[in-house]
């Protein structure tokens, strides 16, 4: 039985002003077509497993993101978390017209994605389906170096409600998981608060900072 964590939540947003947005093409109203994604995952070698699928769309009509995310609570949820992927996707590109995809260093990510993907014989890929705007990248055009997120967010002064967690101590926490189908049960649920609040906060974040580029950058 997959027991798989689901999560959605809409996220109230003040109206945005086109004219602050990062310009892709001339264009700066693309976030209006596009997702904001991040995973946390587990990688030891190879890619192991997503822990958390982290995804969102702004909705323009409301003013909120609409975010979505999966996370993994044993073994048999690696293979869910992809096929559920792969539908969010499709049903984005299908049905909300969505056609840009926007992450920060994003390539990592979509590195243990599509290996996992093929790994798992489904037939879906990221790239062909959404043009891809890396945050970072687009930081190192503008300014001809290279940041992190968390620098980033404090240069947009973006205060985070999660807790920062190492990218090292999530990968132990999924390590825990994908080997030991009860260790789920015995996490507080405070922890997974948490995880998941952190994986939030880094999509939300690049809302923000694409939003509000040009009062920064």
Known sequence: MVVLIFREEIIKVEKKEDEYSLQINNKNDLYKDAIFFDLEHYVYKKPICIGVFGSGYYDNDNNEINLTQYMIENKR????ILNLAKNYFQDLMNNKNKKYIVTFSGNNDFTVINYLLKKNNIEFSI???FKHIDLQRE????????????????????SRESELISGQNLAKTFSKVMKDDDYINRMPEEKKKKILLYNQQDVVSLFYIYTNWFKVI
Do not use: C, P, T, V
Not at 77 to 80: A, K
């Open 127 to 129: 790239e062909d389906s």
């Open 77 to 80: 949820d690696s293979l869910e």
């Open 139 to 158: 930081y190192e055009k503008a300014k001809g170096n290279s940041i992190g997120l968390k620098a980033l967010e404090k240069d947009f002064s973006i």
